[in-house]
């Protein structure tokens, strides 16, 4: 088996199909970085996209740049030569857009590397309805309240009203 097909079967076995963070996630966010490179993708893209997310299905949201990073390394190590491993691990954990290391912000930086900083903007997920999609399934894989859905929901899609965004969130149950 060459090195991209297992890149991809250790990271698919740690998400869920579908999802705000699931597999079909994964593949926007492959199709979005080739996009921005105009090229196939390297090992260590393949890599960094793969697994940027994997520790959320069973870990949650909470620093799930550090976990992900953590078991790409468990992952990986071996198939790619230790350096590689550690630039996809830096990628991983500087990804997160909603959570910028105070130590890069300090220096100015808000990735340690460009593998970092091309992962970041294709995982953002450009198009507005991948967007909406997006943020409506992680609201409601987050909040149990519908209310709350709302309100999650409507401070990212502000051309939305309450009502059209309640009907969104009602044609997914």
Do not use: P
Not at 11 to 16: F, G, P
Not at 52 to 80: N, P, T
Not at 96 to 113: C, F, I, P, Q, T
Not at 132 to 147: H, P, V
């Amino acid at each position: 088996m060459n090195t991209r097909t297992e890149i991809v079967i250790r990271a698919k076995k740690h998400y869920n199909a579908q999802g705000s963070h699931g597999w079909e996630h994964i593949q926007e966010t492959l199709r979005a970085l080739v996009r921005k490179v105009g090229r196939a993708l390297t090992d260590k893209e393949l890599a960094a996209v793969c697994f940027h997310d994997c520790s959320q299905r069973d870990f949650g949201s909470e620093d799930h740049e550090v976990k992900s990073a953590d078991i790409m390394r468990a992952e990986l190590i071996g198939l790619l030569d230790t350096e590689a491993v550690e630039e996809v691990a830096i990628a991983i954990e500087d990804h997160r857009a909603s959570k910028r290391n105070e130590r890069l912000l300090l220096y100015g930086m808000l990735h340690r590397n460009n593998l970092g900083a091309h992962l970041a903007e294709a995982d953002k997920g450009r198009t507005r309805d991948t967007m909406i999609r997006r943020t409506l399934q992680y609201a409601q894989e987050n909040y149990r309240d519908i209310e709350y859905q709302i309100s999650a929901v409507s401070k990212y899609l502000t051309e939305y009203s309450r009502e059209e965004i309640r009907e969104m969130l009602n044609k997914k149950k």
